[in-house]
């Protein structure tokens, strides 16, 4: 039995039998669940956002951070500059690389990666 194929909208097929009859029933593949991802905060970012940890989905620094915005709307002054491009003086850091030095907002990010972020800093 051919249930067809579109590989722009993925399935799933559920065979279930009961008694004597057999039923394939054609769901649509909803995908695994994103595990969440740790971020840390620090300094003003972690005052503006009042906490120093927070869990967002996404796969990329860039679907992270569009989380953190859309939780903590006062952030995005913070982090972006004209429009969604990050200010040179926020340093984001995954398992204490600089992203700048792996693929940039474009890099990925795994449950097991540990993700920072770190605006200016100075002190005396």
Do not use: W
């Amino acid at each position: 039995m051919d249930c067809g194929s579109n590989p722009r909208y993925p399935t799933t097929i559920l065979h279930v039998t009961t008694n004597s009859n057999e039923y394939f029933i054609n769901q649509p593949d909803m995908g695994k669940a994103m595990a969440a991802k740790k971020v840390r905060l620090f300094a003003n970012v972690r005052e503006k956002a009042g906490t120093s940890e927070i869990e967002v989905n996404g796969d990329t620094v860039s679907e992270i951070l569009d989380e953190i915005i859309a939780k903590y709307p006062n952030l995005e002054e913070l982090i972006f500059e004209d429009g969604k491009k990050l200010r040179g003086y926020i340093n984001i850091l995954i398992n204490g690389e600089n992203i700048q030095h792996i693929e940039g907002t474009d890099s990925t990010i795994t449950e097991k990666d540990e993700v920072a972020i770190f605006p200016p800093v100075s002190g005396g």
